[in-house]
Every structure is written in C-alpha cells, then in structure tokens.
C-alpha cells in the first residue's frame, strides 16, 4: 500500500494494493500489523457506515473530550473528504487538508485524533464506511460550520445548495469551537 503524508501533519492518504483479476478485486481494507507500521492505532472500537444522496454534507465534526481517530472510505460513489487541524499548538492549526475518495480510487484516509471531520457526497447513493479508534460520546460531539470563512475549505461544488443536518445547520464558528488545547 502507499501513503503519503499531507500539507498538515498528522492526516495520511492510504491507497491499498488493489488485486484485480477476472472475478473483480480484493485489498485488505485493514490489517493491525501493516496498518500500524505506518502509525495507525492498533485498535479500533466503532465502526460505522452511512449512506448519502448526492449534495449531502456532514460536518465538521470532533469529539472534545473524548477525541476520535477515524479510517474512513467509500465503497459505493465518491466524496470529497476533509480533515481541519483544532490542536491549537499546531502550527497549522485551522488549516484543512481535502482528497476525493470513491469506489473507484479505493483510497483510504486517516483522519487522527485532534481534527474536525466532513465530506460533500459527489454522487447519489454514496455509502461512507469508518473505523473510530474510540467510542461515539454524543455529549462530547461538536460541529464546526463547513463553510466557515475561516477555515476557507475549498470544496468541490459549484451550486451552494448543500443538504446538512439540523446539527450542522446549527454550528459554530472555529473561533467558538471548544479546539484542542
Ligand atoms: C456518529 C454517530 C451517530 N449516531 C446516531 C445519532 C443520530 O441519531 C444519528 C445520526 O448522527 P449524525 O447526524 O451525528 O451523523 P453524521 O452527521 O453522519 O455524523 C458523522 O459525520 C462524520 C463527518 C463524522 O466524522 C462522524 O464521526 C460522525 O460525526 O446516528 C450513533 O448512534 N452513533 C454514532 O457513532
């Protein structure tokens, strides 16, 4: 598998080997040893799946306390996905790093423990599947406005009518986002 470190450190854009033959494909979408070389957590707790129609956005979103580290990758239809430093230490903290993942690049990506989390589904019927290093503590969720100027992401949509939760419909800018100290 390759992977390769970004523009904010921490993050890592995974893409697994990918054994193709005339029945369709395998990859190891996880495996404790190979996954650890490279940094991961050895265990995870959770693992989730949702399924979006397309212009569906969910986030940004962390836990504090209670901080999770997410795997995530899309099985069906595609994604562009981003992670935004709140380590308020960091020397990129606010920054955000975003990669489209979908079925068809197979690419996985790690989004650590002291990042918000989101992704604008590209296509209808985009299922979204994640491992999380530590358990969903609704008390400690948090959601920071996607479109928060400033973070700036630069998402991938040209008509602005995203779908959100009442959750997301409702959150807050980094400035008052409870960040990592
Ligand atoms: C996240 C989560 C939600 N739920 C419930 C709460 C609620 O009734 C329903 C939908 O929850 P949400 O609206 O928070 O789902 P969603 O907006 O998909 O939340 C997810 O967004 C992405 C970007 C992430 O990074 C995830 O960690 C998670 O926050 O599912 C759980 O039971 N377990 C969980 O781990």
């Not at 019927?125 to 973070?151: G, N, Q, R």
Request: hydrophobic residues 40%; aromatic residues 12%.
């Amino acid at each position: 598998m390759r992977v390769s470190e970004c523009a904010v450190d921490g993050p890592l854009l995974i893409e697994p080997d990918v054994h193709g033959d005339d029945r369709g494909f395998f990859m190891e979408t996880w495996n404790a040893r190979t996954f650890a070389d490279v940094g991961l957590p050895s265990q995870f707790v959770q693992d989730n799946h949702s399924r979006s129609r397309k212009g569906v956005l969910r986030g940004l979103h962390f836990q504090n306390p209670a901080p999770q580290g997410k795997l995530v990758r899309v099985a069906s239809g595609a994604v562009f996905d981003v992670a935004v430093d709140l380590r308020s230490s960091s020397p990129t903290f606010g920054r955000w790093v975003g990669f489209e993942l979908s079925a068809a690049n197979k690419r996985m990506f790690w989004v650590p423990r002291g990042f918000a989390h989101g992704f604008v589904t590209l296509q209808d019927d985009t299922d979204f599947l994640y491992k999380c290093d530590a358990p969903y503590a609704p008390e400690a969720d948090h959601s920071i406005a996607w479109d928060d100027p400033e973070i700036g992401i630069d998402w991938p949509i040209h008509d602005l009518n995203v779908t959100l939760s009442e959750k997301d419909r409702a959150a807050c800018a980094l400035s008052e986002a409870p960040v990592f100290t």
